[in-house]
C-alpha cells in the first residue's frame, strides 16, 4: 500500500491559518489531491481541457491517442497518478471534485481555468513549494505505508482475534526473541536471462546424481529435458532450432500438452538458483506449492519456500489428506509440508486455560493492552501488539522461511491477496509487490489457467436469487443457519457476525420483496416494472436517476430522457437525496432521504405487501405536494406506475447496500466460523492497492445486478435469475504486463509464460495476448506416436427406438436422468462370447498397461451420480471403478472406497481399478497418470458430455470484456471532429462508449453455440478446443496415443436426429467438432498465409489429425 503522508502533512500545514474550508469547499488534503490531478493534465497533456482527466487515469492509451508525441515519463506519471488518484478517475466523481475545488479561494488554489477549460497555473504564495511536491510524487517511486509493528511487552492483554475478547498474560520470563531477518525488498538490477540449453542439461544430469546420491526414486530429468527440442522464431516466422535460451523482460513459451513444460520449470529453476539469481515460480495451488518446495530444496544451492495464504485450518486438512498415513502409522512413510502448516500457538499454553483457541483465534498480531482503570467498552479500538514469540512461532516457519529463500513457489491467489508479514517487513505490500521487487526471473506454470484466475479475482459474478443451486443469498443463508445450529449458536457473540446475520436477513427479506414485486408486475398491463429494468444491467443509482428524471419532468420516450435534465435545478436536488438514501438506505437523513430511509425501514419489517405500497403510495403523494425547489414541485408522470418502480428501487438499494455490508466483512466471519469455502472466491474483493495497477473495466469499474428469465421460465411461471456482478479492473493485465507493473520503480523482473494452450486463436479465457517466441517440441517417435490419436463419434441411444440421449442442454433431474440413460447404453451387454458391454469392449483392444477408461462429465456431483449408476447396473464392478471428487470433499464412510480425491488422481495409474469417472475441469491439467513404465495409464476417453459454457453465463462474458479491454491498449485512431482541447476527453469518452455497447451487447446475447454468429461461435470453438485437448493430454504422457469418443448427441446435432434416408450432415454452425476443425483448419492449408501457421501446427497437430480423420459423420 503506497502513502504520501509526508507530502500531505507538509500541504496541510502550509495552508494552516489561510484556508477554512465552508460548506461544499474541499478538505485541504481533497484540495490537493485535485490540484495533482490538474498538474498531472497539464505535464502531460498540456493545451488539454480538465475533462481530460478521467480518461489519464483509467489504465488505458487515451494520452497516446489524442496527444502528439507525449513525454518520455509519461507512462510513469500516469503510474503513479493512478495509484494515488484513483478516486479520481470517474467521469461523474471528476466533475463534482473539480467544482468544489473552484470553489476554494483563489489564494489556496495554485489554478484556475481558461474559457476553454484548460488549467491554467497560478504564483502561489501559499504553499509556494507544492510544485516540487507534485513533480516528485508524479516522477519518483511513491513510499509504501510502514507497518508499524510493535511487540507486547509483559502484561495483560486481551485478543481481538477472538470473539469475546479472551484475555492472557504476557509473562516476563519468555525466551529472548532471536534477532529477526527481514527481507530485502529493494528492487533489484536485473539484465536478461541467456542459458545455453546444454548448461540446462548438465543442470539436470546433477539433479539425477543427487537423487540417486540421496537414495531417492529417479526423476529422470536429463532424459526427459533431452526428449524435447527448444524452438525460437525467426525471421519469417517459422521456429528454428535454437541452444540458447534468453529470456528478456517477458517471453512466451508453449509446447505441445505433455511435452514436458513443468521439468524445463523445476530445471530453470533450479540452474537459474545455482547461478546467484532469485526465482518465484507461480503453481496451481497451495499442495502443488508445497511438494515443489519440499522437492527443490533437494537440490544444491536451491533454498525454496511457498508463499502461504491465510487459511492454515485448511492447508493442514489438505496436506493430511493428500499424505495419508501407512496402515498402523500416525505419519506417512515420507512426510512433506507438515512443518509449514503448524496451526499451534505457543501463547495459548501460556493462558492456562482448559479450552485451547480455535486455530483460527492465534493473536499473532491482535493482542490489545488492557488497562483495569479503563472501561470495557472500545478496547478494540485500542493499539494492537504483536506476539512476543512470533519470531519463534512454528505457525509463521513458512513465511520466516521465504527471508531468505532464493525460489519462491505461489499461486496466483496467495500473491495477489496475502500480505507479507508486518513482523519480516517494515513496508507494507502483497506478495505479488515483493515477488516483483526482488525477482530476477518469474516462471508462470500453465500461464493460461493463472489468466482464468486474474480474470475471476477483479470481475466477478455470482446468482444471487433464483432456481439454480448457484444461488448465493439462498445458499450462504443455509450453510450460515446450520453452522449456528451445530454450534449452539455461540458464534453469535462475536459482534461481526451478528452484523453479518442481521445484513444476511435483510439482504434477503429485499430480495424477497424485490421477487414478489416482478411476479405481481407480471400480470398488470403493459409490465411498467419488469419493462422499466435493463434488461442488460442495472442498479439503485440507475433506478433513482430515472426516477429523478421523470419527477423533474423529463419524462423518456424509450430510454432517452428529454434533454435539459442534467443542469436542471430540481433534478440536482432529487440525485443528491438520492445519493444520499443510497449510500445509507435505512439511516439517511434529509427531506426525501429521510423518507425512503422510513420507507425502506418498513419495507423490512412490515409483513403484508399491500401496506407497504400504501405506505409508497402516500409518501409520494405528500411529497408531489411540497415546494422542493424554489417554485417546482415532483411531478410523476403516473402514479401507480412510480409507487410500484418506487418501491422496487427501495428494495435495490438496500439489497445492494447489505450486500455490499456482506462482502466487506466476509474475511473476518468466514474465519470466525470456519467457512472459507462457502463464498465463491471471485466474489471476494481484490485488494485496491493491485487494483490500479492494471487498467480500469473498459466500460468503467461496474457494480451491478441483472435479472434474466427465458422463455422456459415464463412458460412454466418460474421467475428468473436475479444476479450480481462487479468488475473492477482487467486482472489479466497483472500476467501480460508482468515485467511492467511498477514503472516508477524500474524495469521488472524477466517472465517466462509456459502452457500448452495459451496460443489459441481468438479464445477469450485461454488465449494470452503475449506474442510466441520460443516452443518446446517434442521428440519425432513421440510426436508420431501421438499423433496416432484418434477421435470417434459414438453417439449412445436409448432403449429399443435407439433414441439419441442428450445430456448439454439440460439441467437438474432431466439431466442427471440423460446421465444415468448413457451409463445403461454404455454397459449394455453386446454379441459375441461374454456379451461384452461398450466399455468391455474398449479395455480389451486397448495395449497392455493402458487398459484403463475414463468417462467425462460436468462436475463431482455428476462423477457421484454417474458412478452410482454404475456400480447399481454392474454390481461385480465394485474395486473396479474409481469416483474423482474434490480434494475438500468431507464425506466418507465405510462403502466410500470406490472414492479418489483429485489431488491423488495419479494413484488410478497403478491401482487395480480400471474405470474413471472425472469432471472434464478436473482432470484439464495438472495431473499426470502414470502406470509403472511411466507413461499415460489412461488409453481412451469418453466424453459424456459436450463442454460448452452455460447460456447465461457471466464468467464467458467477463473473459469476453477483458479481451477487448486488452485490445483497447493497443493504439487507435480518434475522431477528426474533436476540437484540439479536447481530444484528450474525446479519446476518453470514444472509448468507453464502444466498450459500454460491446458490453451490453454481450450481457445480451444468449451464448449457445447453434445461435451465435460466426464470431463469437469461433471463439467458443476455440475455448472448448483447449479444454477437450488438455483432458486428452493426460492420456499422451510419454508419447502415447489416445481414443477418445464424443457420446454426448449434443456434439452433433444434426447426425444425431437424421434418419437413414436424410442426406443433411453436421457442419461448423451445429456442431462443436466441426467447429474445433474449422478454426484450425487455415493453419494447416498448404496456401495459408497466417504468420503463426507454424506455431499452430505444432501445438495442434495431432488434435488437427484426428479431427480430420473422424469425416464429416
Known sequence: MRQINTIRNCFTRALRGHYAPTGAQPSPSRLMDTELCLFLLETVAPDQAVSGVPALLDGYRALWDAVPNPRADAAVRLANARALLWRSQRPYGWEELLQAYLSAPEAV????????????????????????????????????????????????????????????TVPDNLPPAPAPALHDLAVRTRAPIEVAWQELVATARGMDAADLQAGRSSHRWEERLQDVTLQVRLADDTFGDATILRIDRILHMVGMVSVGKSTLVTILATWAAQHDLRVTIVVGDNSAALRMAHELSWYDDVVAAPVMGQNRTRHAERLHRLQPPAPGRLLPLEPYGFDLVSTACPLDAVRGAPIPLDVREAPCQHLIETDPDTPVDGWRDGARRTCPLWYRCQRHEAARRLVKANVWIATPWSLVHTPVPGPLSHEQMRYLEAAWRRSDLILVDEADQVQANLDEMFASAQVLLGPSQEAWIDEIGARVAEKLRATGRAPVSSRQIRRFITALNQARSAADIIYQLLQRDRVRAGKPVLNWLDPDYFTAWTLFNSLAQDWAGYTSKGRRPNPGWDNDELYKLLREQFNAFIDDPTGASGEVAGGLATLAEAQLSDTEEETREDAVRQWLTELSDRELAEGRKIAPAELERNVWRLELAVAVAVMAHRLNLMLAIWPEVAAELDMFDTLPAEVRRPPSDLAVAVPESPMGNVLGFQYVEDETDRRDGQLGEFRFFRYTGVGRALLV????????????????????????????????????????????????????????????????????????GRYGEERTSALRQMVAALTQPGAGPGRPNRLERERAALPPGRQKVMLLVGSYAEARAVTNELLRRKSSWKGQVRCLIGDDELETGWDDGHLLRRGDVADFGTDDAWLLVAPILAVERGHNILNNDGVAAIGAAFFLVRPHPRPKDLSYVTQRINQYALEQLHPHPLDDDSPTHERLASAGSQRRRAAQRQWRRLLHALVAYSQLGTDERQRVAWTQLVTIWQVVGRLLRGGQAAKVYFCDAAFAPVTARRSDTDTDLDDASTSLLHGMREVLTPYFEPTGASTDRHLVQALYQPLYRALTNMGDR
Open 737 to 808: 504486463g508482468l515485467s511492467d507493473l511498477f514503472p516508477a520503480d524500474g524495469p521488472g523482473p524477466n517472465a517466462l509464460l509456459l502452457s500448452g494452450t495459451s496460443w489459441a486463436g481468438t479464445s477469450p479465457r485461454y488465449h494470452i495476448d503475449v506474442p510466441v517466441e520460443a516452443i518446446l517440441r517434442p521428440s519425432p517417435q513421440k510426436l508420431a506416436a501421438i499423433s496416432e490419436t484418434t477421435f470417434a463419434l459414438d453417439i449412445q441411444h436409448q432403449g429399443e427406438r435407439s433414441t439419441p440421449i442428450w445430456v448439454s
Open 109 to 168: 488554489r495554485g489554478y484556475h481555468l481558461d474559457t476553454l477549460g484548460r488549467p491554467i497555473r497560478r504564483q502561489c504564495s501559499v504553499a509556494a513549494d507544492r510544485w516540487d511536491w507534485y513533480e516528485q510524487l508524479l516522477t519518483e517511486p511513491l513510499p509504501f505505508a510502514t507497518t508499524g509493528v510493535r511487540f507486547a511487552a509483559p502484561g495483560r492483554y486481551r485478543m481481538s482475534s477472538t470473539a469475546r475478547g479472551h484475555g492472557v
